[in-house]
């Protein structure tokens, strides 16, 4: 019996979603409703330094004035604290975690940054210290936790998927990331985790996202592995840039969604811009999220690993 897919779109309410954002929910959302699935909804308000709930309230609204609906959540991962630290507690009794001292700049110092996403490899500076080490280390600095992973001759340690946009992807995690972070030492759950942690407990089977998050898929995949998880598909979608090449920004308001509704532009018209992008509909064509669902197929994608798409304006 196939399964039924199960998708998500899962914002951080750091600010207003731009285009860029909608149209990685768009192809979320289509990803779902063209497989009669069911979609989540859960904000990312992992971080409290970015914590903002007059954001989290405007992404629902946004949503909604898209057609963009849910079948389950909202969830908040600020709510959610302890069935990650449960997943931590799981890797720290079988000794795949240690903890970490290393400053921000003493990191930047030891490692270059990996080419495609700017990810820092971890030379492994605290992974051997002795229990004495640690405990005078630690009456000076609360310590970060970081997950231990395979050498780079261990076959557990490369990590191969066939994403259903950007084809087939493998990563040698030792030389990529390195053992990378699981809790940050302010106590904040790391990103790679919670969103593993929901996934698996939301059932989530399908996973789209921009492509600027295909770096960090190994790393969750192989903490789905050390847990027990089952892997979702994977579907990394093109970002949109600015004609300059600069990515759309949250932080730079372009194609911000308050901007475009206040100039009374309907979401019929920003989605027919984006779905033209991708050839769904034609030039100048408005149209609704619902009528988009018979048109949809991967194939529409698939092949554009590399790709970013040039957005103007709506």
Known sequence: MEKTV??????????????????????????????????VLRIEDLDPRGHRPEAARLLLDDLQWLGLDWDEGPYYQSQRGDLYVEALHALRERELTYPCFCTRAELHAASAPHASDGTYVYAGTCRNLSAEEVEHRAAKRAPATRLRVPTDDDPAGTIAFDDLVCGRHKEVLA????????????????????????????????????????G???RQIYLQRLLGYEQPAYAHVPLLVAPDGRRLSKRDLDLDLGQIRARETGPERLLGR?????????????????????????????????????????
């Open 6 to 39: 199960v998708g998500r779109f899962a914002p951080t309410p750091s600010g207003r979603m731009h285009a860029g954002n909608v149209f990685a929910a768009l192809m979320a959302w289509l990803g779902v409703r063209s497989a009669g699935g069911k979609l």
């Open 216 to 218: 960090s898929t190994a």
């Open 274 to 314: 984006l779905a033209e992008t991708v050839g769904l509909v034609e030039q100048g064509e408005q149209i609704r999220a619902a009528e988009l669902v018979e048109r949809f197929s991967w194939d529409v994608l698939a092949g554009d690993s590399q790709r970013h798409i040039v957005f103007e304006s709506v």
């Open 175 to 214: 030389r990529e990331c390195g053992d990378f972070l699981v809790r940050r030492s302010d106590g904040v759950i790391a990103y790679q985790l919670a969103v593993v942690v929901d996934d698996a407990l939301m059932g989530v089977n399908q996973v789209v996202r921009g492509n600027d998050l295909l």
